[in-house]
Structure formats: C-alpha cells, structure tokens
C-alpha cells in the first residue's frame, strides 16, 4: 500500500480501537459510529492507494461506488448496513425513527464491529497480495 493508503489504514485501526473500547464499556452507539469510522478509511486507503483522491464524505455507498469494480463485492450488503450508523448515532436530535428503536443496543454494535473487523481485515489481506 503506498504512503496515503497506509496513513488511511492507521486511523482505521485508531477508529477500530475506539470501537472496540466503547463495546467494554457497553457506550453501543459509539461502537456503531466507530466502526463506520474504521470502514469509511479502509475505503477511503483503497481509493488512495489506487490514486485516487479520497472524497469528502461520510456515504459508505458513495465510497462503494468509486472503489475498484469487485474489491468489496463479497462484503458489500455488510458495508451497505453499516452507512446508517452516521448520523443518527452523533445527533440525538436528527432523523428521528432512523434506527427503528432508537440508538443501536449490543446487537447491533456486535454487528457493526464485526463489519469493521472484517473490513480492516480483508484491505490488508489484499494488500499483502498485491
């Protein structure tokens, strides 16, 4: 991975661990918006490491979208869910009725940091085969 991609890559790890420390202390919102976090950087190192400048955004799809044609295609439906973690879990005042039961429980914070797990895992596996 080149300079960009690996600067990328370590504040996914910086976001994967803060996620990891808000599942002990049971903070699950934090865990879901963390672990958006670390799946928005690894997108966003792949997109550097092909030289391609990473977007000012947050849009999960939207960072799909411009990756390589089948990079993420076997993890895709995972990284679609996690995108809905954003906003409702930073604002308490902001689309209401966005998680069906209000903030996300340890079901949903399990979910989302086995994604970002899996993520992070599956960018450096393909980098170390590149």
């Known amino acids: 991975m080149n300079a960009a991609g690996k600067r990328w ?5 910086q976001d994967l661990r803060m996620a990891e420390l808000a599942l002990k202390e049971g903070i699950h919102n934090q865990v879901c918006f963390h672990s958006h976090q670390c ?10 490491n092909c030289s391609i400048k990473p977007p000012r955004t947050h849009s999960i799809i939207d960072l799909l979208g411009l990756a390589p044609a089948g990079y993420f295609d076997d993890m895709y439906d995972q990284l679609e869910q996690i995108d809905i973690y954003y906003i409702p879990t930073r604002y308490p005042d902001v689309l209401p009725g966005a998680l069906s039961d ?19 895992q599956m960018v450096i596996t393909k980098d170390s085969g590149e």
Do not use: N
């Not at 890559?9 to 790890?13: G, L």
């Open 9 to 13: 890559m370590e504040f996914a790890h």
């Open 39 to 48: 799946v928005e950087k690894c997108l966003k190192a792949v997109l550097a």
């Open 102 to 120: 209000g903030l996300p429980g340890r079901d949903e914070a399990l979910e989302a940091i086995s994604t970002a797990r899996a993520c992070t």
